[in-house]
């Protein structure tokens, strides 16, 4: 099996374990002693300061972010809490450590991974804050030489509606980079226009055809009934689950479709191994609550790899049914189940 793609399958980076309630804490404890915690307690504090929000949030992350990045994993934690806390004061301190970190990668002619994962982390921290400001980094980004930062660009520069992102969106959906390709499909969907559209038509026939979903998806967020059935007609052309089912279902839920979630839901019960991890993945990505409860199912299977990429997909769903499976799964056996959901009910903002 390839590579994961972005949207598809996440990675389930486990941590050690944390202690509980760490949510349920004041602003002012969760930022007392972060230094001194356990590094396990530390992020599950940060991604709670991140949910919170306020000026007072926003402070505290942004003392945080050493340029000297002595530890890149807490960075990255700390640009993705300062993203989520929605705050335009957090965008000055992103975009400094940007500049710092390409500054560092045009005098050293390239960066580590972890570091050029951190600049993918900024860009989409910059997307969710939605500020004007961020343009010229993100375009800039758009056209970097790491798939991961240019994909994570073309997604913050179709949430700012960037009219001169069209023309480098449409030559990154139809570059070499399938991942690149499929966040410039998503964007080019969101930003429209003729041009765009032209672009996601051609899409469709790409020799990729795990490409092929994501034009599609793109012409439905322009209104387009041709997308809306070719996502139809991924989920009846095999019998059995294929890759191309589950991206198509996946998009089919974030337009608010229910048979798209059923498709999911069914997928993430009974397919082959490879294409239900795929499905529980996705489920969770859809971000629809209804999600919850095949996910919960799937958080009972007797493989822990399983239930660590449920409740990894759990945290990212809303509502009471996602939070209660989440704090089921916090006391379980394996040691990594129990981090991801802790860290889950810490991104929803909910005490264990």
Excluded: N
């Amino acid at each position: 099996m390839r590579h994961a793609r972005p949207i598809i399958l996440a990675a389930a980076a486990a941590c050690a374990c944390a202690g509980p309630g760490a949510k349920g804490m004041p602003s002012d404890r969760l930022a007392a002693g972060l230094s001194e915690v356990p590094a396990a307690e530390r992020f599950l504090r940060i991604d709670a300061l991140g949910a919170r929000g306020g000026k007072a949030a926003v402070a505290v992350l942004a003392a945080r972010l050493d340029p000297k990045l002595p530890d890149p994993a807490e960075a990255g934690a700390l640009v993705r809490a300062l993203g989520r806390t929605g705050r335009t004061e957090a965008v000055e301190p992103l975009l400094s450590l940007w500049e710092t970190l390409l500054a560092r990668k045009f005098r050293l002619f390239s960066l580590p991974p972890e570091l050029e994962s951190l600049r993918a982390d900024i860009a989409g921290a910059l997307g969710l804050l939605a500020d004007i400001k961020s343009v010229p980094a993100l375009r800039r980004g758009l056209i970097d030489d790491d798939r991961r930062v240019a994909a994570a660009s073309a997604g913050a520069l179709a949430a700012l509606g960037d009219a001169g992102s069209r023309a480098p969106l449409v030559r990154l959906a139809e570059g070499p980079d399938a991942d690149a390709s499929q966040a410039a499909f998503e964007a080019l969907g969101r930003r429209g226009g003729s041009e765009a559209e032209a672009a996601l038509r051609r899409g469709l026939e790409a020799e990729d055809t795990l490409r092929r979903p994501a034009a599609a998806y793109g012409l439905a967020l322009m209104g387009r009934v041709a997308g809306t059935l070719r996502l139809e007609g991924f989920l009846e052309e095999s019998l059995e689950p294929t890759r191309e089912g589950v991206l198509a279902a996946h998009y089919l839920g974030r337009l608010g479709r229910d048979d798209g979630m059923r498709w999911l839901a069914a997928a993430a019960a009974s397919a082959p191994s490879d294409k239900r991890l795929l499905a529980i993945d996705a489920l969770g990505k859809a971000g629809r609550e209804e999600g919850a409860e095949p996910l919960a199912a799937a958080a009972g299977d007797a493989d822990p790899a399983v239930r660590t990429l449920a409740a990894l997909a759990l945290g990212r769903l809303p509502g009471r049914r996602a939070a209660d499976a989440l704090r089921g799964l916090a006391s379980d056996a394996d040691a990594g189940v129990r981090a991801a959901a802790r860290r889950g009910l810490a991104a929803q903002g909910v005490s264990e």
